[in-house]
């Protein structure tokens, strides 16, 4: 049976998230779907792999509750081993900025966030308004490292809990009352950050409607967008078409790679861009430095 994976996201006003995350994993078990779900009082994010019809299934109980009826899902082929596990979780934020009692949630979902924009209208606004657009990177460095939009922002973020502090610094103040365009993997950081940017005193935000997925979805490599896409399963980067280039750097010999493994050096453990050439190598660059300054 074919194998797929699917992206989801939806904010609502949750009056029982423990109550709706047993339903959740009562339901993914029966199914026998595999992934990550996190449901808060905000709503619901998954992600889940597992046989095609079993995920139809699963998308025609949500749009059988009044709650969840009418998400939009972001398909993708999968291998059936994306996800190890299933892990269903009750959390304070959806999207964890560290910032839940100000983000706002209801029927339409996040108040006050940036104005959605389709492809095509991104591409108008471009049309229109020319350099003046800024691209604002809603995700983790490392993220950006192997793919983004061209002449993007990137911030100097390791975790999604460090953007309240960069976007609260001096750094961006050019840019705050210019059209900034926020995106992310699949749309839903952007829903919380383009409103905390928003009460920051940014004037004009902007959120790619699906994110960086639709995105690729209609224009493949031929559009704004560079690279590769960073996800977070099995397959860990993803190629929108044959045309997709490598923009990250080996730590190593600084080829073009979007390759990523962890740093061999167990207690350090952390990603690393490393070209095939140099697998055998893959430490990561500070590990990798003090290994030879002992030697």
């Given at each position: 049976?074919?194998k797929k ?8 006003p949750?009056s029982?998230?423990?109550m ?20 808060s ?6 992600t889940?792999?597992?046989d ?10 949500m749009?059988?509750?009044e709650v969840?009826?009418g998400?939009?899902?972001k ?8 996800f ?18 100000e983000i706002?949630v209801d029927?339409?979902g996040v ?6 924009l389709?492809?095509e209208?991104l ?5 229109e308004?020319?350099d003046?657009?800024?691209f ?7 993220e ?14 390791k975790?999604?809990?460090?953007f309240?502090k ?15 365009v926020?995106?992310c993997?699949?749309?839903i950081?952007?829903e919380?950050l ?12 902007y ?7 639709k ?6 490599d ?6 590769n896409?960073?996800?977070f ?5 993803h ?5 997709a ?10 080829g073009?790679?979007?390759?990523y493994e962890n ?5 350090c ?16 660059e500070?590990c990798t430095?003090m ?5």
């Amino acid at each position: 049976m074919m194998k797929k994976v699917i992206l989801y996201y939806k904010f609502v006003p949750l009056s029982d998230p423990a109550m709706t995350m047993r339903w959740q994993r009562e339901l993914c078990q029966r199914l026998e779907l595999k992934g990550r779900i996190i449901v808060s009082k905000h709503g619901i994010n998954g992600t889940l792999g597992g046989d095609i019809e079993n995920l139809r299934r699963y998308k025609r109980e949500m749009n059988a509750s009044e709650v969840f009826r009418g998400i939009t899902y972001k398909w993708s082929d999968g291998t059936g081993a994306e996800f190890p596990r299933l892990s269903v979780k009750v959390r304070s934020e959806l999207v964890a900025f560290g910032a839940p009692d100000e983000i706002e949630v209801d029927e339409k979902g996040v108040k006050n966030g940036g104005k959605h924009l389709k492809p095509e209208a991104l591409h108008k606004l471009i049309k229109e308004r020319g350099d003046e657009v800024v691209f604002f990177d809603g995700r983790n460095a490392y993220e950006a490292a192997v793919g983004r939009f061209k002449n993007a922002v990137v911030p100097d973020t390791k975790t999604t809990r460090d953007f309240v502090k960069e976007i609260e610094s001096d750094k961006y103040n050019d840019i705050k009352d210019k059209p900034v365009v926020t995106y992310c993997t699949g749309g839903i950081r952007c829903e919380a950050l383009s409103a905390l940017m928003k009460n920051r005193g940014f004037n004009e935000v902007y959120q790619i409607d699906g994110g960086i997925v639709k995105y690729g979805e209609k224009y493949g490599d031929d559009g704004l967008w560079e690279g590769n896409l960073y996800i977070f399963d099995g397959r860990m980067t993803h190629k929108f078409s044959d045309k997709a280039k490598d923009i990250g750097e080996c730590v190593h010999c600084h080829g073009k790679t979007s390759n990523y493994e962890n740093c061999h050096n167990v207690a350090c453990n952390r990603l690393v861009l490393v070209c095939k050439e140099c697998r055998k190598q893959d430490t990561c660059e500070q590990c990798t430095n003090m290994t030879a300054e002992v030697g």
